[in-house]
């Protein structure tokens, strides 16, 4: 499947729980593993657990492979891996504690999503 197809399946996906501070970068030249890193916030641990699911649901349904699924136990922060992309879910306190977004904060990929534009999360 084509990386942009399926990053604008699993931002619909998020977007469908309503997700939010849905960011991606593009981590082609960081990582050999992954080109894709999407972080995305929920408001409680059931929330979280309801994003990662509907990203899930979301690439089953389009066949592509889930290859992991780590932290639903805790709902504080859901990571998928979909080989070419993980997707970090988390609770918004653990998201600024971990600031992945320094981690990975390399390109990110502008994002327009049902014709608006999603909001560029502040950086600290």
Not at 14 to 23: N, R, S
Not at 52 to 76: D, F, N, P
């Amino acid at each position: 499947m084509d990386i942009r197809k399926k990053q604008r399946a699993v931002l619909e996906a998020l977007e469908d729980v309503k997700g939010h501070d849905i960011v991606v970068f593009n981590v082609g030249r960081l990582s050999p593993f992954f080109e894709r890193v999407v972080i995305a916030s929920g408001d409680s641990g059931r929330q979280v657990r309801a994003l990662a699911a509907s990203v899930q649901e979301k690439m089953r349904g389009l066949g592509a492979q889930v290859h992991g699924v780590e932290g639903q136990a805790t709902g504080e922060w859901v990571l998928v891996d979909l080989g070419d992309i993980v997707v970090h879910v988390m609770h918004p306190a653990v998201r600024s504690y971990y600031n992945l977004e320094e981690i990975w904060g390399g390109k990110q990929v502008k994002l327009a999503s049902r014709g608006k534009a999603l909001p560029r999360r502040a950086r600290r």
